[in-house]
């Protein structure tokens, strides 16, 4: 079975601090991950994905995020603040099992930074 | 660039009318997909479709069908809109991992 679970529905930093967005998941095969953004009355827009290369990667805007296999964890960090990532975001599991691109979203963690 | 262009931003419908919300891409993609966004829950899958005339059920297809008569376009019909489908419906198309999603259309139903 799939699922995703992102631990916190709310997050509030100051600007300039770090952020973490936690993410596990679970799945039965090995997964591909991403972390989506979305602004207030906006798309989704990917910030990153990991699909078995490097373990830590590397997305827009500042953010990264690292796989830990043995945690089933896929946490989004950011070593400071902007006031414009205020947003909410997604933590996305696809099982690789599928020969079409079905994937699996959590619930949501609303990001507010603080001045 | 990619495009995904839902129709409409915002719709209001009535209670039992039927609705249609559409979906078109530019690129040429063989897998779009209907999902719906509700606070705290996240993103639903309701239908996905993988080739022209192919459709298979998501997560939460009650209440909906679809339509994929060509490639390009995706459709997704509510035949009698309720108020529990009022919601913020995104429609996404993907080839080889990259996945696009449109602006969502905020569909409420009074």
């Known amino acids: 079975a799939q699922s995703v679970t992102q631990l916190d529905s709310h997050v509030s930093v100051s600007e300039g601090t770090p952020v973490l967005l936690r993410c596990n998941y679970s799945?039965?095969?090995?997964?591909?991950l991403f972390w989506y953004v979305q602004h207030p009355n906006k798309g989704l827009q990917l910030l990153l994905k990991?699909?078995?290369?490097?373990?830590l990667v590397k997305g827009i805007n500042g953010f990264e995020a690292e796989f830990k296999k043995s945690e089933t964890s896929f946490h989004l960090t950011k070593p400071s603040a902007h006031m414009s990532d205020a947003a909410e975001y997604f933590c996305?599991?696809?099982?690789?099992?599928?020969?079409?691109?079905?994937?699996?979203f959590g619930s949501g963690t609303k990001l507010n930074v603080k001045p | 660039d990619v495009k995904v262009t839902q129709s409409s931003r915002y719709l209001v419908k009535r209670t039992g009318e039927k609705v249609f919300l559409e979906c078109v891409q530019d690129?040429?993609?063989?897998?779009m997909f209907w999902y719906r966004q509700d606070p705290g829950l996240g993103l639903r899958l309701i239908y996905f479709?993988?080739?022209?005339?192919?459709?298979e059920k998501g997560d939460i297809p009650e209440g909906y069908s679809v339509s994929r008569e060509k490639k390009e376009r995706f459709s997704l019909i509510l035949e009698s809109a309720s108020t529990n489908q009022t919601s913020m419906y995104l429609c996404?198309?993907?080839?080889?991992?990259?996945?696009?999603f449109g602006q969502g259309t905020r569909l409420t139903v009074v």
């Open positions: 996404a198309s993907s080839f080889r991992g990259e996945d696009f």
């Open positions: 996305v599991v696809r099982p690789r099992l599928y020969n079409f691109n079905k994937f699996y």
């Open positions: 990991y699909t078995s290369a490097a373990t």
């Open positions: 799945s039965s095969y090995s997964p591909s």
């Open positions: 690129m040429d993609h063989e897998n």
């Open positions: 479709s993988y080739d022209v005339k192919m459709k």
